[in-house]
């Protein structure tokens, strides 16, 4: 036996490793770091497509392919072609007749000629009153029957996509058994109205015409939806053409109907059809542009295909409430761009779905939100791009090496003293009693065998970390850096600091606690005010909550203070900001001194009334100013608050 082998073509590579969710979401993380919502950056990705090993290309990429097609379809020709082609057999059927008569000199000759000359101008009134003519010339009713069989072919297929091969022999059993399957197919939709249909009806059905049905349909169901998209198509082909036009083809397709006896049954499928699929665009006009004359089978197929088109590309859009992957039809995009094309929308979903199997999505209500999973990979991801920017070195370190059973181990232990705190390193004990005893064979501890582990003590702080989320840190373009910088300093807090108590505050009209998980979602507040008096007074009861914790408090801002909080709770906002607003926060701020609480505001705008308030607070507190840019604000934020730890 031999073998050929080559490049596997019948869907995804069945060896190809599982694509990285991980990296989906890293990738996802450069949209969430850079301000944008976990809703917004999971579509960004899923428009991208996945590079890579995977290399699938994404919705963009198959918006694209779907707007091609559209425009290929809309030049490839005109909708009228039949029209023009049964009135060119009908003038060529005419002229063979009248030269057949023309050498005749007989009186019935004359009259004939008259007859002919006495047809109305309308193709379809001129053919149904030559259906009872007797011609003289063989070629002339050779041509008229060619006239008959396009519009019966036309018509019909028109309806039944292949219908045309099927009534290619000119056999009269061929039109009976089309006749036959109408009045099965039309028994069959009444039964399923009455809730009599059964999938073993569908089946015998297709055994008897399944030649007459290209598509295959599976079910009922499948065929319902394949012939109601073609009759809609039909209809749009009518809605699309002149009125005169309209007209005229209108009463060549009752005219064909009426001759071949499908009339009647074609009116109750029409029917049951349309009060099947509503939904489906029935009289909507299409225009074409092309130069090329189309048959009346052939424009309802581009009709029904760009029909298919125009759903798909508002489907790959996702830009309405609630899309989702699974809104886009699979079948339509096999039928229009082809197998490869499924596999890159089934790779997009699995993505989708496997960033929420594995824990890193959520929906809630009907919104995309990060798990704290998700949130916490990404605070890494906003670490590590800080610390890539910092200078090299062990920034960071600020590790106190003493007693004590609060500290960290090193890995290494030592000979126990007197005072010692430490955890027992048990092993090391034991093989020191083990050593020192010998061969014996005995294990008897003694004050010479204890060895403890060496442990680094770290001082627990109380970080507090104020974030302007006013409008105006959207529109200077600084607020993806604070997001960034806020997530940043959560994660070296959780992984370097575990003991240290932090705790983020955004402030705009109101200030409030924000909490980890709901970082990465955070979004500006589209109001106004700066309401940091109200930051600061959370931030004080977060500090009075830690007592023997070091305070570090860290404000970033573009505003002065226009807002403060009233006795009652309730915000009160003014700009330029009220004696009052300015003196709330400065007293906040002199509470902060008396907490031993230093605090370095971090200035995100070059505005002379902020540069007078903060130069006001160091005046009080003894903080520092920076002014970075929005690119340098995490390395700033993060460095300072390292340096604040180091130092105490």
Known sequence: MSYRYGEYRDGPDPLAPPYDVRSALDRMGDAILSGSNPAHALRDLLKEGLPGAQNRRGLDDLLREVRRRRRELRERGRLDGTLERARALLDKAIGQERAELFPDPSDEARLREAELAALPDDTASAIRELGDYRWRSAAARQTFEELRDLLRGEVLDSQFRGMRQALANPDPAAMERVREMMSDLNDMLDRDARGEHTQADFEKFMSKYGDMFPESPRNLEELVDTLARRAAATQRLLASLTPAQREELGRLIEQTLAQAGLDEQMRRLGESLYTRRPDLAWNAPERLSGDEPMGMSDAVSALDELADLTQLEAALRQDYPGARMDDIDEAAIRRALGRAAVDDLQALRQVERELEQQGYLLRRRGKLELTPKAVRRLGETALRRVFASLESGRRGDHDQVDAGSAGELTGSSRPWRFGDEQPIDVVRTVINSVRRGGSTGAVALSVDDFEVAETERRTAAAVCLLVDLSYS????????????????????????????????????????VLQPDELAGLEWDMVQGTNLHHALLIAGRHLDRHPDFEPVVLVVTDGEPTAHLRRNGSAAFEWPPTQETLELTLAEVDKMTRRRATLNVFMLADDERLKDFVNEVGRRNGGRVFSPGADRLGEYVVSDFLRARRTR
């Open 473 to 512: 840190m959207a529109l200077r373009g600084t607020w993806a850096a604070a997001k960034q910088t806020a997530m940043a300093l959560q994660a070296l807090v959780a992984s370097k600091f575990p003991q240290d108590s932090v705790q983020i505050i955004g402030f705009s009209n109101y200030a409030r």
